[in-house]
Structure formats: structure tokens, C-alpha cells
């Protein structure tokens, strides 16, 4: 049926009436009279105004009309001034582009109008009944002025999805506010001045300062070159604990060649640096000089999630595989304590895969110590999540060996090299597996022999996945893009980045077939933006919020910087570089990020409930376990992907990829 176009304000029927409207609205055979508690009921019942105190209800109810709008009516067209917010109450509204294609279907409980309405710009898409309809008109200007009241229900109300999701996102700690302690420069995190000593201050003299200070940590200057550092921990071990003279000079009991950051690196940085080098200390330095220093406590918010930074030092320092396993358990604990102190997805992500690459390190050093000297130079590498570093609770194991050609020996020499690699990597391996990382179920392991290999067959490997991308090789090349060594000599790693880098320099083929590989998996929303849904082993209705959710960001990401010639593995990184390539908008990426900021912190707090219930961690959300507030949100998000998906399917198509 053809769609009706009259001029917006006269378009609309109303069916229920408020008192200051009655006398300017014509009665029609389907108007009844006044009845602002059934306007008032259906505000009760529409999140997020349901969280409106009942005076502010009240006020916005006798604003407004409920609208009968028949199957085929425009409420408004492209191009229309709309000074109204609508929800539909029941049947449904379908939004239409310009050329005609779906934008999306509307049905109950769902608003539609705000952009245009709050923006004051012309709408941007035609908005139609698709069958009988009733619709509550909101003024904007009124429902703007009343909801101010209620933070939550304000940014409810902002312009565009991507802004009421940087609303959702800030207002739950989700992402960080500037100034926060992790995203500030080291600079700014240092709280009092560093405690500067020669090599020829006491011990005794060096407590005194500290004290006086009220400071853990003592830098040892010598001709104003940081030499070393003195702290509690060292005096209480090297000084009392042996029951050596305080007398004597710091430069017998300091820490030498201390580690240092920049003042210009974030909080961030500085943490994981703490959490991989098991230190509770950092000076801080800038153009040569000393500056301070930046403790734990200055970074983390309670004390369980500076137990990060101990785990890493305990698993640094274990001596068998068995005790690995035994310290890894705390790592369930760890994600939840991270979680409760509210430090953002991307560093809670970053922190376990700092824990997963130490316990690595340390079981192939273990390895080692028993198979004796590798036969040749290697590097073990991190594969999917871990060399994104986005690892959580369940997150299996995903791992590759490289090892440089051996060159002219003889086929005995070389047999025992592949067998030294082979058991390296069952211990590995079964390590991880030990503690409670899961092997990886399509055999993306360094015990898979296709993946323990000299570095001129991981050559051919990449060259053939990009010269004929067929659906195996794109299969492996997804995986294998996403690579980053952990233990080993890294330059063979940077040797066969370089080649990589050079195969992308005209990949036209191979991104348009990874593009529309990545296309095959879509957000889980349906027409009428209700999430799709399958059911579990148990029955349950679930979405699969990695695979449907976090997944196509990781496939874009990896798309747009590949295209721009970045090699760089973490999904953040990627949407960085495809930025300052000019590949994504600055909107876009940030949008992008935002949204997976929000997909990443449901699926965190999703494994932390179910741990909870004594339950194991997996990505199967079940949205009704979600508030009203939080469904809204990871819809937005959604409708954000699948925007983005559009763009790069047009892109594709286009020739633009590449």
C-alpha cells in the first residue's frame, strides 16, 4: 500500500487526548476523551521513563497525545522539521532511507524521532506504519526540559546512538572519564616529590628520608644518572632480615638498574609493566631527569587488584608446571576483582593476557631446562585472543612455533630438532591446558605440525592464504593475522611481520573475500530491533555475544588497518591506525570503540555472574538477565556494528578495500 504524505502536523490522529490539546484537535470517530493516567500508564511501562519520578510523568503526560497512525501512513517523511519524540505502543513503524532500503522495523516499546527532534536538523529517513498503529507523541522541547531532571533518562534521550552509548558508557564507568588514573600521563599520577640519594647515603639516612616523605621507594642518583632504587621491601630483606648495618651505603642494598617510564606514557602502560615485572614501583622520568614515582596503589583502586601484580611475580618465579597450575586458579578471581574495582574491558582484558603470557614464558623456560638448548633460534606466538590481548575467563589456546631454517645438516640433525620442537610444544601445551586453558577445538596449536614450522614454510603459508583466498585459507589467515611472539628470538617474528607487510601492499583479492567472509556473521537483531536468539544445550534463549557481538568489531578492525597496511594485532590498535591512515572517520572508529567498550563489559560481568553461581564462564547471554537500561544500550551497539558493516560492504563493492 502506497504511503500518504501530508504536512506533519496534520498527519497524526490522536486517540487519547491530553487537556491542553483537546480543544485543538478536531474529535474524529476513533478520538475518546482526556486520559492522561493511560498516557501515564504507558510511560510507566517505557524504559527509560519508567525511571521518572511520578511528578515529571505526570508534567510530560499532559503534554502529550497518543496517536492512532493507519497501515500506510507517513508519521513523517526525509526532509520533514519534526519537533516530536515518538514510541510505539502498539503495531509497528518501518524507517526507510532515501533509496528506498530498510533502515529498520520498529514495534513495541521502541522510540523513533529523537534525532531529528532533539538536533533540530531534518529528519533523515521516512517513518511509515506498517500496519495499524498506535504511537505516543512526545513534544520534544517538553520531554527535553522535564527529563533533565533524571541524568539517566537525559542521555536516554541524546541525539544518535553512538551518543546515548558514550552517555551509557561514562555514566557506568564502563569507559573512563579524563583525568581517571589509568588513561592520565605517569606524569600526573605522581603524588609526592622522589626521595633523591647519592650512592653514599646510609641506609639509616635513606629510612629517615622515606619516612619523612612517607614514601616506599628511594631513588640513588650518581652525577644525576639514576643508578638504582631502595625500597621497604629491599631494607626489610637485605638489611634487617640479614641482620646487616644500617650504617652502611645504599649503593650495597639498592635495586640496580631499575625499570623507568616516560612521563608521557599512560597509566595503563605503566601498569602492565608492573604487572609483567613483578614491581610495586616505578620513577617516573622526563628529559633525563627524575621527576617522582608512581606506585600500585596509585593505579589500582583496592588491594585485590594489585594481587595482578603478584600473581605475575609468583608465576615468574615457579618451579614446576604443577605450580603453575596451582597459582592459576586465582585467576578467575582476579577477572572478578578487576571487574568490581571498575577498570575498564580493554584493561581488564590486558592484565589476564600480561598473567597468560607469564605463565607461557614460564612453562616453555621450564621446558627448556629439562630438553636442554633449543636445537636453533625460535619464537613461540600468540594467536587470536591472546595476541590481541583481549583474553578473558575461557578464552582457549590458540599458539603457533616459528624457528629459522637449519640450513645444511643432515636429516638425523634435523629430525632431532623438529622432535626437541614437537615435545617442547606438548608441554606447553598440556601446561596451558593445566592451568585451565583450554585447548583449542579446531587445532590452532604448536602441537598441530601445519603449525610448528621453519620460517620459510610460514612464508608460503601467507603468500598462498593471500593469493588464493579460498574458504580454508581464509579460515587460517583470520587466525593467523592475529599473531604476536611471547618467548624467543623476536626478530624472527619481525622478519615474517615484514613479509606480511609486504604481501599487503596490493591485497585487493584477498581483503574483498576477508570482508565478505567477516560479512557472514551479523549483530543478532532482527526487523523490529529484538535480539535473534538461539537456544543452548539446555533450551535456554541465548545470543552468542562474542560470536554475533565482539567478533564482526574484531573482523572490521582487522579489515580497515590491513587495508591501511598495519600489521598491529589488538583490535583498539587497529581502529587507531585505520584512523590516522584516513581508512575510518574519526566518528566511526570512535564509535566502533565505544561499542565494543560496551559488548566486552556485558560479557565480562556475564562470566563474573555465572562464576558466581558456581557456573563455567561462556559467551551465551541470556537478555532477559539484562535491565531494561542494559538491553537498550547493547541494541544501540548492535545497530553501531551493523552501520559499520554497511559502510564496509559498500566500501568492498566499491573498490575501496584494498
Avoid at 142 to 150: F, R, S
Avoid at 169 to 175: F, K
Avoid at 330 to 350: G, W
Avoid at 474 to 492: I, Q, Y
Amino acid at each position: 500500500m502506497a504511503a500518504h504524505h501530508r504536512p506533519l502536523h496534520s498527519r497524526l490522529v490522536p486517540y487519547v487526548m491530553s487537556p491542553q490539546r483537546q480543544d485543538d484537535v478536531a474529535s474524529s470517530g476513533i478520538t475518546r476523551p482526556a486520559a492522561v493516567p493511560e498516557i501515564l500508564d504507558v510511560i510507566s511501562r517505557a524504559h527509560p521513563l519508567d525511571r521518572l519520578p511520578p511528578s515529571v510523568s505526570y508534567a510530560i503526560a499532559t503534554a502529550s497525545d497518543l496517536c492512532f497512525v493507519p497501515r500506510g501512513e507517513q508519521v513523517f517523511a526525509i526532509g520533514d522539521r519534526n519537533t516530536d519524540v515518538f514510541l510505539v505502543r502498539t503495531g509497528a513503524i518501518e524507517q526507510r532511507e532515501g533509496d528506498g532500503a530498510l533502515r529498520a522495523r520498529l514495534g513495541e516499546g521502541e522510540f523513533f524521532g529523537r534525532q531529528s527532534a532533539t538536533s533540530g536538523r531534518p529528519t533523515e529517513y521516512t517513518a511509515v506504519a506498517l500496519e495499524d498503529a498506535l504511537v505516543l507523541r512526545f513534544p520534544a522541547s517538553v520531554l527535553e526540559e522535564q527529563a533533565a531532571l533524571v541524568p539517566e533518562v537525559r542521555d536516554a534521550f541524546a541525539g544518535k546512538e553512538e551518543e546515548r552509548l558514550q552517555h551509557a558508557l561514562t555514566s557506568t564507568g564502563a569507559i573512563e572519564a579524563i583525568g581517571m588514573p589509568t588513561s592520565a600521563p605517569a606524569r600526573e599520577l605522581i603524588t609526592r616529590a622522589a626521595v633523591l640519594l647519592d650512592p653514599g647515603a646510609t641506609v639509616r639516612e635513606a629510612a629517615i628520608a622515606m619516612s619523612r616523605q612517607r614514601t616506599s621507594m628511594a631513588c640513588v642518583l650518581e652525577e644525576g644518572r639514576l643508578v638504582g632504587v631502595l625500597t621497604d621491601h629491599d631494607m626489610r630483606e637485605r638489611v634487617i632480615a640479614e641482620g646487616r648495618d644500617p650504617g652502611q651505603a645504599v649503593s650495597a642494598v639498592m635495586t640496580p638498574q631499575p625499570l623507568t617510564v616516560d612521563g608521557d606514557a599512560s597509566g595503563f602502560e605503566t601498569m602492565i609493566m608492573m604487572v609483567e615485572n613483578d614491581i610495586r614501583h616505578v620513577p617516573v622520568r622526563e628529559a633525563g631527569e627524575i621527576l617522582g614515582v608512581v606506585s600500585a596503589a596509585d593505579l589500582f583502586r583496592d588491594h585485590h587488584s594489585m594481587n595482578a601484580i603478584g600473581l605475575a611475580g609468583r608465576l615468574s618465579r615457579a618451579g614446576a608446571p604443577a605450580e603453575l597450575a596451582e597459582l592459576m586458579r586465582a585467576l578467575p578471581d582476579l577477572q572478578s576483582a578487576l571487574i568490581r574495582a571498575e577498570l575498564p574491558p580493554r584493561q581488564v582484558t590486558h592484565v589476564l593476557t600480561s598473567i597468560v603470557d607469564t605463565c607461557t614464558r614460564r612453562l616453555l623456560q621450564l621446558a627448556e631446562q629439562d630438553l636442554g638448548e633449543p636445537p636453533c633460534r625460535y619464537v613461540w606466538l600468540a594467536l587470536g585472543s591472546q595476541a590481541r590481548c583481549e583474553v578473558t575467563i575461557g578464552s582457549d589456546q590458540d599458539n603457533a612455533l616459528l624457528f629459522e631454517d637449519m640450513g645444511m645438516i643432515d636429516d638425523v640433525e634435523r629430525a632431532d630438532g623438529e622432535q626437541y620442537f614437537a615435545e617442547l610444544a606438548r608441554r606447553v601445551t598440556g601446561g596451558l591446558e593445566a592451568c585451565g586453558i583450554p585447548a583449542c577445538s579446531g587445532g590452532f596449536m604448536a602441537t598441530n605440525p601445519a603449525w610448528r614450522q621453519p620460517i620459510s614454510q610460514w612464508r608460503e603459508y601467507y603468500e598462498q592464504w593471500i593469493a588464493e583466498p579460498e574458504l580454508e585459507a581464509l579460515l587460517n589467515a583470520t587466525v593467523f593475522l592475529d599473531v604476536r611472539p611471547v618467548h624467543g628470538d623476536e626478530s624472527l617474528a619481525a622478519e615474517l611481520a615484514e613479509h606480511l607487510r609486504e604481501l599487503l601492499r596490493s591485497p585487493v583479492r584477498f581483503l574483498r573475500a576477508l570482508t565478505a567472509n567477516a560479512l557472514r556473521s551479523s549483530p543478532p537483531l532482527g526487523f523490529f530491533r529484538t535480539f535473534v536468539l538461539s537456544r543452548d544445550g539446555e533450551g535456554q534463549k541465548v545470543l552468542d555475544i562474542k560470536r554475533r557481538g565482539i567478533t564482526p568489531i574484531i573482523d572490521i578492525a582487522r579489515i580497515h588497518a590491513m587495508s591501511a597496511g598495519s600489521i598491529t594485532a589488538n583490535t583498539y590498535d587497529r581502529l587507531e591506525a585505520a584512523q590516522q591512515a584516513g581508512r575510518i572517520s574519526a566518528t566511526s572508529a570512535d564509535d566502533l570503540r565505544n561499542a565494543l567498550v560496551l559488548i566486552s563489559g556485558v560479557r565480562l560481568r556475564h562470566q563474573r555472574d555465572r562464576r558466581e553461581r558456581g557456573l563455567a564462564p561462556n559467551n551465551d547471554l541470556a537478555p532477559d538477565a539484562l535491565t531494561a537500561y542494559e538491553q537498550g544500550h547493547l541494541k544501540e551497539a548492535f545497530t553501531i556494528v551493523r552501520s559499520a558493516q554497511a559502510v564496509l560492504r559498500q566500501a568492498s563493492e566499491a573498490g575501496a578495500i584494498g
